[in-house]
């Protein structure tokens, strides 16, 4: 059983900036890739970033390249969402969970999924 806990949501200003963090309990952390979603009111699911189980591949969707920079440490079990000049359309509650396949195609790994992190963006 894989546990993931987020955290370091927040309310921020338009431009502003947040750190988000997911610890993952459980076996095989550093062996596959990850994955950071979001969640918009009425809105499915999205795949926003992804990082490679070493860390050497990322992909971002188009909507945040440039702004959004997704990192792991693999001694902490634990990816990050370092996220820069947000605007208000990035608000949303933020999910981590691993990844199967090519990490450009996002699809989740884990069922449950966290309880999530609320970013809100005011502008």
């Known amino acids: 059983q894989v546990s993931l806990v987020e955290s370091g949501g927040g309310l921020v200003q338009a431009g502003g900036s947040l750190r988000l963090s997911c610890v993952v309990s459980g076996r095989g952390f550093p062996t596959y890739a990850m994955g950071w979603f979001r969640q918009a009111p009425g809105k499915e699911r999205e795949f926003v970033a992804g990082i490679s189980w070493d860390g050497t591949s990322t992909y971002y969707a188009d909507s945040v390249k440039g702004r959004f920079t997704i990192s792991r440490s693999n001694g902490k079990n634990t990816v990050y969402l370092q996220m820069n000049s947000l605007k208000p359309e990035d608000t949303a509650v933020y999910y981590c969970?691993?990844?199967?396949?090519?990490?450009?195609?996002?699809?989740?790994?884990?069922?449950?999924w966290g309880q999530g992190t609320q970013v809100t963006v005011s502008s």
């Open positions: 969970n691993g990844l199967r396949g090519n990490i450009q195609i996002g699809a989740p790994r884990y069922d449950p």
